[in-house]
């Protein structure tokens, strides 16, 4: 099936530190996400994105926090400066469409925090 | 609000054996309700969605999903299960009006055993 690709598949940073998480989506899909995953708790939604803007955030998308698509490029998650509460797997992914459309996921990139 | 709660964290089933996974959500409308697995190191991969029509619904590798308003359950079944089945199995929630933002179980790791 369609796949999502994720780099790196894992990032070791010092707190305070600039990180950029890549995400390379479905080629034809228009809708882009950011969900975040500590380890032993819920997937939880970040961020989507569609037509070059953010459509909705959730609270864990704090300030530090920044997604873009520039040119169709990849799409990515910045995080400057980085927590240590930022430590956690992140996981990018892509739909056709919005509401009720299947989302196709990345494997996950696992940020740690130092 | 809505929520989903899955729970059975970890099930372990012999080779053969059928298998249940429950997943009960909270939610007033009508909600798309997905069930996903993740193997290790990979993405999240669909198995099965609903949305309306038929309770039961089919999904891929012999799953199946039946949907039960009253009781806002949402449970996986598989008539006969394979040790590569084992993976964790998540349920997930797309509400009406929010998007495309999903809302995730907490996930149940199957082992099958030989």
């Known amino acids: 099936g369609p796949k999502v690709l994720q780099i790196p598949s894992h990032q070791i940073i010092d707190m305070g530190q600039m990180v950029t998480l890549n995400c390379d989506p479905v080629?034809?899909?228009?809708?882009f996400y950011w969900y975040k995953q500590i380890l032993g708790q819920q997937m939880e939604f970040l961020v989507n994105f569609y037509n070059g803007k953010v459509m909705e955030k959730s609270k864990l998308f704090k300030d530090q926090f920044s997604v873009e698509r520039p040119d169709g490029s990849y799409f990515t998650l910045k995080i400057q400066p980085t927590a240590l509460e930022d430590s956690a797997v992140y996981f990018c992914?892509?739909?056709?469409?919005?509401?009720?459309?299947?989302?196709?996921f990345g494997p996950g990139t696992r940020l740690l925090v130092l | 609000a809505q929520s989903v709660t899955q729970p059975d964290a970890r099930v372990t089933v012999s080779e053969g054996a059928s298998l249940q996974l429950r997943c009960k959500y909270s939610?007033?409308?009508?909600?798309?309700l997905f069930w996903y697995v993740q193997y290790p190191r990979q993405g999240l991969q669909l198995l099965l969605k609903y949305y309306s029509g038929d309770p039961v619904v089919q999904g891929v590798n012999g799953f199946e999903a039946e949907f039960s308003k009253s009781n806002s359950s949402f449970h996986l079944r598989k008539a006969s299960v394979h040790w590569s089945d084992s993976a964790v199995y998540f349920c997930?929630?797309?509400?009406?009006?929010?998007?495309?933002?999903?809302?995730f179980g907490k996930g149940a790791k199957l082992t099958v055993s030989p």
């Open positions: 939610y007033s409308g009508t909600p798309y």
């Open positions: 080629s034809n899909h228009l809708y």
């Open positions: 992914a892509s739909s056709p469409w919005d509401w009720g459309d299947t989302q196709y």
């Open positions: 997930v929630l797309s509400a009406q009006g929010t998007g495309s933002k999903l809302s």
